[in-house]
């Protein structure tokens, strides 16, 4: 069974910090990854796409890396602002089988000033 | 400019008052999904539409019905809301598969929240 499961569950830091979430996937064959950040009372937004042959991607202070082997991704934030607090959502792809993409739980992040 | 926009964004209704949902999209996507969002949860799927081809989860309860009249919108039917169906509804999109640059990615709304009184 496809699934994806993400640490920790809730996190926070204070503004200025750098923080790391996780994802593990089971998700077989795989095609791509996406981190979604959710504000609160809003629809995810896509962060990045990873697909199998990209290691790292960034967009401004989020980094996602991604290591096909060991079917892991993390999602690197740096250099945090009050505006990064919001759900993180993992969701990940499979070229085979099903297209319905398999969500995480998600992050929730709070960042205090 | 909104590419998948929802209406209403919020709704409040009397448990048993039947509520309808919109989602249009600019984007020609062939695939729209509707999914459920409880508090601190991942979205759970209800049902999605490839092209004209409808697809309901299994454990989608019967009260959830939906609607794609045209390629550019879609509805969720709540027939009889009940107190459990209180919850974040939210509306994506995704290109069909195998087409031209598909990612796979979601486009979502911005949800649809839905109380029941």
């Known amino acids: 069974k496809n699934q994806v499961e993400q640490s920790p569950q809730s996190l926070i830091i204070l503004e200025g910090k750098n923080c790391t979430l996780q994802c593990n996937y089971t998700v077989s064959p795989f095609s791509n990854l996406r981190w979604y950040k959710q504000d609160t009372g809003r629809g995810p937004v896509s962060l990045t796409i990873?697909?199998?042959?990209?290691n790292t991607k960034s967009n401004g202070r989020y980094t996602a890396t991604l290591d096909a082997d060991t079917k892991q991704s993390s999602l690197h934030i740096t250099a945090s602002q009050l505006s990064d607090s919001a759900s993180y959502i993992c969701v990940v792809s499979s070229s085979g089988g099903s297209y319905i993409p398999t969500f995480g739980r998600g992050t929730s992040l709070i960042v205090h000033p | 400019d909104a590419m998948v926009i929802q209406n209403p964004r919020y709704q409040v209704t009397q448990f048993g008052k039947p509520v309808t949902l919109s989602c249009s999209q600019t984007?020609?996507?062939?695939?729209m999904y509707w999914y459920q969002q409880k508090s601190s949860q991942a979205p759970k799927l209800l049902f999605h539409?490839?092209?004209?081809?409808?697809?309901n989860e299994a454990d989608t309860p019967d009260n959830f019905q939906s609607r794609r009249p045209n390629t550019s919108f879609c509805f969720l039917d709540i027939r009889s809301p009940g107190l459990g169906d209180a919850a974040m509804y939210l509306c994506?999109?995704?290109?069909?598969?195998?087409?031209?640059?598909?990612?796979?990615?979601?486009?979502f709304g911005e949800g649809s929240r839905l109380t029941v009184l």
């Open positions: 539409y490839y092209d004209k081809d409808f697809n």
């Open positions: 984007l020609n996507h062939n695939v």
């Open positions: 994506a999109t995704s290109r069909a598969r195998g087409a031209s640059g598909n990612t796979g990615e979601l486009f």
């Open positions: 990873m697909t199998f042959s990209e």
